[in-house]
């Protein structure tokens, strides 16, 4: 699946573009697709405001990051209007996790986001688990986006790329907790989903390494 073409952005940053090639992105497609079957997406809402955030999601893994105006942002271990637990995260993924942090914990949550054409996600950092010594991984599916990447404080000067259906994209070490987000996605960049949009899957590891 890797094409070799690894590219270091930033100490701890780095992208591999085409990991996936187009048959590996439609069986990881096929199987995210059976996932969301069993934990269907929702609209997740902002804390304290309530105010609805333009992705769906769910999630894979013994964990699901989630986020209401009630509680928050968290990891729990049920789908929170189904109240079942989330289905496994997809072999391929873990493999990939394997091939990439070798030396990591293995992952417990993979966040699975979908963009609309008119979906965005402001700057921010991942920093809900416990574990930071691990890696944040980013599989993108579908039409491209305009992804941004900036420094450890919000006001940070950022630099900006397209993320491709294929790309993975890392942020570990020095770059774990850079802030990042996505401006914009490129309707008709990928003939991947049907109808458009794009699929963005994010393993974390959640809880301290043993």
Same mark, same amino acid.
């Given at each position: 699946?890797?094409? !070799?073409?690894?590219?270091?952005?930033?100490?701890? @940053?780095?992208?591999? +573009?085409?990991?996936?090639?187009?048959?590996?992105?439609?069986?990881?497609?096929?199987?995210?697709?059976?996932?969301?079957?069993?934990?269907?997406?929702?609209?997740?809402?902002?804390?304290? *405001?309530?105010?609805? %955030? $333009? @992705?769906?999601? *769910?999630?894979?893994?013994?964990?699901?990051?989630? &986020?209401?105006?009630?509680?928050?942002?968290?990891?729990?271990?049920?789908?929170?209007?189904?109240?079942? +637990?989330?289905?496994?995260?997809?072999?391929?993924?873990?493999?990939?996790?394997?091939? @990439?942090?070798?030396?990591? +914990?293995?992952?417990?949550? #993979?966040?699975?986001?979908?963009?609309?054409?008119?979906?965005? %996600?402001?700057?921010?950092?991942?920093?809900?688990?416990?574990?930071?010594?691990?890696?944040?991984?980013?599989?993108?599916?579908?039409?491209? #986006?305009?992804?941004?990447?900036?420094?450890?404080?919000?006001?940070?000067? &950022?630099? $900006?790329?397209?993320?491709?259906?294929?790309?993975?994209?890392?942020?570990?070490?020095? !770059?774990?907790?850079?802030?990042?987000?996505?401006?914009?996605?490129?309707?008709? *960049?990928?003939?991947?989903?049907?109808?458009?949009?794009?699929?963005?899957? *994010?393993?974390?590891?959640?809880?301290?390494?043993?």
């Amino acid at each position: 699946m890797a094409n !070799g073409n690894e590219l270091v952005l930033s100490p701890g @940053v780095r992208l591999l +573009p085409g990991y996936f090639d187009r048959t590996s992105q439609e069986d990881l497609l096929a199987e995210i697709r059976a996932a969301v079957a069993e934990a269907p997406l929702f609209v997740p809402r902002m804390p304290r *405001t309530g105010k609805p %955030m $333009s @992705v769906r999601m *769910t999630n894979c893994g013994p964990l699901g990051w989630v &986020t209401d105006k009630e509680r928050g942002y968290r990891y729990q271990p049920l789908h929170p209007e189904t109240g079942k +637990p989330w289905p496994a995260i997809p072999p391929r993924l873990l493999d990939l996790w394997k091939e @990439v942090a070798p030396d990591a +914990p293995p992952p417990e949550a #993979c966040l699975v986001n979908f963009y609309a054409p008119d979906a965005r %996600m402001s700057l921010h950092q991942d920093r809900d688990e416990h574990e930071f010594s691990a890696p944040v991984l980013s599989v993108s599916l579908g039409d491209a #986006c305009l992804f941004r990447i900036g420094g450890l404080a919000r006001n940070d000067p &950022t630099k $900006s790329f397209r993320l491709h259906s294929g790309d993975v994209f890392v942020l570990g070490g020095e !770059g774990r907790l850079l802030f990042h987000g996505v401006d914009r996605i490129y309707p008709g *960049t990928s003939d991947l989903l049907k109808n458009g949009g794009r699929v963005n899957l *994010t393993l974390r590891r959640v809880s301290p390494a043993p």
